[in-house]
């Protein structure tokens, strides 16, 4: 299952600060992304009958964990949205 | 650097990405047969496939100097009529014995259904059987925790299966775990939008080391590109990794795993505990 409590078996060569510099506007991009397309689907007819739609409530989890977690947030997102094993 | 492509469905394909990959030092891919797109209408459209993928390809790829080999099997999109999947079944043996076949491929699920899992189990014996490496397709989305559980616990309790011989794609960060710590082989497959990216998969490769890890770029008939396995070996090196390591995980892991069926012809750079040394996990450690 998720590895985030243990040390990864091949440290980053780049610091956080390299990665981060790398990586911010592909990050910002994609939030953005979903924040426009998801006031797009709020504006189009029909909006009240998929508002309960559970792809919409499982983002709502996914943006959760982005938000509150540490490590492991793609691998917590992935099971989040899978169904459960047998 | 030479690049081995370890699942890529060219049937699919035009022959100009077999150029761009010969141009990208692509050496060899790997063509596990699938579902078309649609439903085939009967077993014969099966045997006219696999002759496709076993005879036009090789010949194909060739003019590009790219080895092209294949996986013969009834997919599991296909898998739920039984009665097709057996008339399937019975001519996969004469496709085997061709000299670019590396084994059955790709079984696995889809939809997790109990025909899929019988199918599976019977090319499973029929591997077996006849001392053929196993490359296996995991589902996609929602379904793929609960599929790559069900065939990695099937295979397990089953017992006399060598884990070494067997590889699970289309491994994602919830399932990796799993896959590795049954001793499988994992491959990460990037396909835009419902797989993997090179970003993750590169994560995935700091994460758990390099040992038994593969990664591929699925070219099919869905929006995907070949070129996706490259975009991968730039983002490893612009992330600072070693040149011999990212060696490692496009070229000689390739030859590692498939090099165990003795049709496959390119050969590892160095000793396998050479190239991972420092840069995997033992699966005791993890
Ligand atoms: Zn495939």
Known sequence: MPKGDTPPVLPSPLSARELLDMHFLDMRSALLETAAAWDRIERAAGADQVAADPRLANLRAALEIIARGRGDRAARILTALSDPPL | ?286
């Not at chain 2, 076949?101 to 997790?112: A, F, K, Q, T």
């Not at chain 2, 196993?134 to 790559?148: A, N, Q, S, V």
């Not at chain 2, 699970?168 to 775990?177: I, K, M, R, V």
């Not at chain 2, 983002?235 to 590692?256: Q, S």
Request: glycine content about 6%; aromatic content about 10%.
């Open chain 2, 1 to 286: 650097m030479k690049v081995i492509e370890p699942h890529i469905h060219m049937i699919a394909r035009t022959t100009q990405d077999y150029e761009r990959m010969a141009r990208m030092h692509t050496v060899a891919c790997c063509e596990p047969a699938f579902w078309a797109g649609y439903d085939r209408t009967s077993a014969r459209a099966f045997h006219d496939y696999f002759t496709h993928i076993t005879k036009f390809e090789p010949t194909r790829a060739a003019q590009y100097q790219i080895q092209h080999y294949a996986w013969i099997c009834i997919n599991p999109k296909e898998a739920d009529d039984l009665a097709l999947a057996r008339e399937v079944i019975a001519f996969i043996p004469e496709f085997l014995d061709k000299p670019t076949v590396l084994g059955i491929g790709e079984i696995g699920l889809n939809r997790n259904t109990k025909n899929e899992m019988t199918v599976f189990q019977e090319q499973v014996e029929l591997a077996l059987a006849r001392n053929e490496l196993i490359w296996i397709h995991t589902p996609h989305l929602k379904d793929k925790l609960r599929g790559t559980r069900m065939m990695i616990d099937y295979l397990k309790g089953r017992g006399g299966v060598d884990p070494e011989r067997v590889c699970f794609d289309h491994a994602e960060e919830h399932t990796l775990g799993m896959i590795r710590d049954a001793g499988f082989w994992a491959a990460m497959t990037i396909y835009p939008i419902t797989k993997n990216s090179p970003g993750r998969v590169v994560d995935a490769l700091e994460i758990w080391g390099i040992d038994r890890m593969l990664v591929d770029a699925s070219g099919d008939w869905g929006p995907s590109d070949p070129g996706t396995l490259h975009d991968a070996i730039f983002e490893m090196r612009r992330r600072g990794h070693p040149e011999a390591r990212i060696e490692t995980v496009f070229y000689n892991n390739p030859c590692y795993f498939l090099g165990q069926c003795p049709k496959f012809k390119p050969a590892p750079l160095l000793p396998r505990e050479q190239a991972w040394s420092g840069a995997a996990r033992t699966r005791d450690s993890a």
